[in-house]
């Protein structure tokens, strides 16, 4: 393992904002939350200690006394109210100088854990199952583990119904040239049957995730049939998920169904490559795994797909408008060069009807919001300063084109205090 940092969070973002300050850096960093004792933090065996204060700080009633018992175990500590105000100079006389930390927290020493972990792990004959959905970060981790592991890794990419337009037989088309075991799910009817009349986001979090488990479970059970025991099943959890799914307060800013872990009647122990990874190291170990760049850059797509863009109830209908409007959200994107220049640009369908006029007579019809935001991580965001002309384009094409639309918004909120999605 390389030598660690540990970043105590006391509250607000600046944990994050350090975190990716000190990898920058070449060094690995973890956040703790300012609950965790002093004896786990000396037993992970921590190269140095942040302390990265918030506006929540004072009122902190559960939080440990950590700074006296790690300086008297000879830790070097850093206490930090404000990240922004702590300039580069500052940080890297920390960890270079005061901590003498080596800075080896490199793609390539990342790749070559990885895999001498996952071989350590799997043992010779072991195979796993890579929880596939075509995304940036399953793709990765698929790519990594199929470099351990050759064809004892079997990829199982589920079409849950609630993809973008055509996005299940372009997923099978590019994962094919990867040489990889994989197997096509067909299981819309299990996902929307399970997701009628349900409106609230997180259950619908909740029901999808568990419905993956199940999926997942019976694809298990087939290549168990076919290849003997499978202990494992990986997936492409990263960072950003873990903080969002667990903060260090204690609540939850919503439920990533790749995180929480797994029921005991699958037997299975989880493999997570890029769980310590923010978004954009991960695209950088896929760069460094020759994946190409029209897979590494494409815009980021929630685990729960479109669910979670259906604002409301998910229904058949509410899902076929959705997906023509973000097929031209996509495509104007594209066409006008924007699309490489945001992090993430989609639609959502909002659950009201507006009056509008067309050919003179009155309509009332469905709202549809744009987002479209930059970031580097997901961790903080701001909405993209599109250009009119892209916006005006972008909404003429979905009134005209998709029949059911009679407006189109455009989200113009920070992340924090909204999240990029909407759900």
Not at 207 to 235: C, D, S
């Amino acid at each position: 393992m390389p030598a660690t940092v540990i970043i105590i969070d006391y509250g607000s973002q600046d944990a994050q904002i350090l975190a990716r300050r000190v990898r920058e850096a070449e060094v690995y960093a973890a956040i703790q939350p300012c609950t965790v004792s002093a004896a786990t933090i000396a037993a992970a065996k921590p190269a140095a200690v942040i302390l990265s204060g918030g506006r929540d700080s004072p009122g902190e009633a559960d939080a440990q006394p950590l700074a006296a018992d790690l300086i008297k175990r000879g830790v070097p500590v850093l206490a930090i109210p404000e990240a922004h105000r702590t300039g580069d100079d500052t940080l890297r006389n920390f960890l270079f100088a005061v901590a003498r930390i080596t800075p080896d927290w490199t793609v390539a020493s990342f790749i070559e854990r990885v895999i001498s972990e996952t071989r350590a792990k799997v043992g010779d004959t072991g195979r796993v199952i890579c929880a596939l959905s075509g995304g940036v970060d399953s793709t990765v981790v698929a790519a990594l583990l199929h470099k351990a592991l050759g064809d004892r890794l079997h990829c199982v990419f589920v079409d849950h119904g609630l993809l973008r337009m055509h996005e299940g037989q372009e997923v099978t088309d590019y994962l094919k040239h990867f040489g990889l075991n994989l197997r096509h799910v067909q299981a819309q009817s299990d996902f929307l049957d399970k997701l009628r009349g349900v409106e609230d986001p997180e259950r619908k979090r909740v029901i999808i995730g568990h419905t993956f488990i199940e999926i997942f479970e019976r694809e298990a059970e087939a290549i168990k049939r076919e290849h003997g025991e499978v202990r494992f099943l990986a997936q492409g959890t990263v960072y950003p998920d873990v903080i969002e799914s667990v903060s260090p307060k204690g609540g939850t800013v919503k439920s990533h169904h790749n995180v929480g872990g797994l029921p005991e009647r699958m037997n299975m122990d989880l493999i997570e490559p890029v769980r310590e990874l923010f978004k954009d190291e991960v695209r950088k170990v896929g760069a460094g795994l020759g994946i190409p760049d029209s897979i590494l850059w494409r815009h980021p797509f929630p685990g729960p797909g479109l669910a979670i863009r259906v604002i409301g109830e998910v229904l058949p209908e509410r899902l076929d408008i959705l997906r023509q409007a973000d097929a031209i959200v996509q495509a104007e994107l594209r066409r006008s060069g924007w699309y490489n220049k945001v992090w993430q640009g989609f639609a959502i369908l909002l659950p009201l009807k507006t009056v509008g006029v067309l050919d003179d007579r009155r309509t009332y019809e469905h709202v549809v919001a744009l987002r479209v935001v930059d970031s580097v991580d997901a961790m903080t965001a701001d909405w993209s300063r599109l250009p009119a002309a892209v916006l005006a384009g972008i909404a003429t094409r979905i009134i005209n084109e998709v029949k059911g639309v009679n407006r189109v918004v455009y989200d113009i909120s920070p992340k924090p205090p909204s999240t990029i999605e909407w759900e």
